[in-house]
């Protein structure tokens, strides 16, 4: 549990090899790694996962057979249906957070800032954020401010 909470970035697994760790030591890994590691991960586990896939509608329906005694109901793109038992939502908020206060139009919003850390070379930066955006641009610039 100790390591667990030092190596966050790492799905749950009782096979060690599957631990972020033995992909990269960063704290905010590239995002290449991360991508290998999720598909190292379905394979070594055999999931099922679909890409390329939108959901346009979730619902809740009674099934006395399933050991939840509900069925979640989701319909795709090309109106292809799934079922499930147990449902995670993890797609995150893709839109950007803009606080009400004074002075933000003297800033730059994460999603138009610059990706090239010279841009940041000597310069103090306040980063504004309470997510893993803001975590992942200070890694990015630090070794420049």
Not at 114 to 140: M, Q, W
Request: hydrophobic share 35%.
């Amino acid at each position: 549990e100790f390591n667990m909470r030092y190596d966050w970035n790492s799905l749950l697994s009782d096979d060690d090899s599957l631990q972020m760790r033995h992909y990269s030591k960063e704290f905010f890994p590239p995002a290449d790694l991360l991508v290998q590691y999720l598909e190292d991960y379905a394979t070594k586990l055999n999931l099922k996962v679909q890409y390329n896939t939108y959901v346009k509608t979730v619902s809740r329906t009674a099934n006395h057979t399933a050991i939840s005694k509900h069925l979640f109901i989701l319909r795709d793109q090309n109106n292809r249906t799934y079922a499930c038992q147990t449902l995670i939502v993890a797609t995150g908020i893709w839109v950007p957070n803009v606080p009400n206060i004074r002075g933000l139009e003297h800033t730059v919003g994460y999603e138009d800032m610059s990706l090239d850390p010279e841009d940041y070379e000597g310069k103090t930066v306040l980063i504004l954020g309470r997510g893993n955006s803001a975590f992942e641009t200070a890694d990015h610039i630090v070794q420049n401010t």
